[in-house]
């Protein structure tokens, strides 16, 4: 069984700004309270290929993952794919931008989640919380978008 996700949200930010912001994975935790720790690897500007490696607490256990990013179009579009072995991953992730009017941002987060082995029996549950809390979790990237990126 597989499945997605989504939340959009707008975000009182330029496109730029907040593309800019997103594509650096190491803000992570600012929005998402699963993430403990994230690397990005090389040390250098996300660009197609950087890794982001972190550590994630979900359901009380934690897991090391590793995402790939494997489309990188600024400031409209950021793609990647889970590459660790996890029993729940990401198949495909991103992000779409949209610019509007007053200098403000439309973002489209989805997730594409898939279970392995164990995982196949797991991954419903994962994605019925998943599209439960996406509202909460675009409020949250909004809001850490907003108080990082200052306003002109």
């Known amino acids: 069984m597989s499945g997605q996700f989504e939340a959009t949200v707008e975000i009182d930010r330029p496109i730029e700004e907040v593309f800019g912001y997103l594509a650096?994975?190491?803000?992570?935790?600012?929005?998402?309270?699963r993430v403990l720790r994230i690397e990005r690897v090389p040390e250098t500007p996300t660009a197609v290929g950087t890794v982001f490696r972190s550590t994630v607490k979900d359901a009380g256990v934690k897991t090391a993952r590793e995402f790939r990013i494997t489309e990188f179009e600024a400031p409209v579009r950021l793609r990647w794919t889970?590459?660790?072995e996890n029993s729940v991953s990401v198949t495909e992730g991103g992000y779409d931008l949209?610019?509007?009017?007053?200098?403000?941002?439309?973002?489209?987060?989805?997730?594409?989640?898939?279970?392995?082995?164990f995982g196949k029996l797991l991954v419903g549950v994962a994605l019925k919380?998943?599209?439960?809390?996406a509202p909460a979790f675009g409020?949250?990237?909004?809001?850490?978008?907003?108080?990082?990126i200052p306003a002109r």
Do not use: C, M, W, Y
């Open 139 to 148: 409020a949250r990237i909004k809001a850490a978008a907003e108080a990082a």
């Open 82 to 84: 889970e590459v660790s």
């Open 129 to 133: 919380a998943a599209r439960k809390d």
């Open 24 to 33: 650096d994975g190491r803000n992570d935790p600012q929005f998402s309270p």
């Open 98 to 117: 949209e610019p509007l009017p007053g200098g403000r941002t439309r973002v489209r987060l989805h997730n594409a989640l898939e279970g392995h082995g």
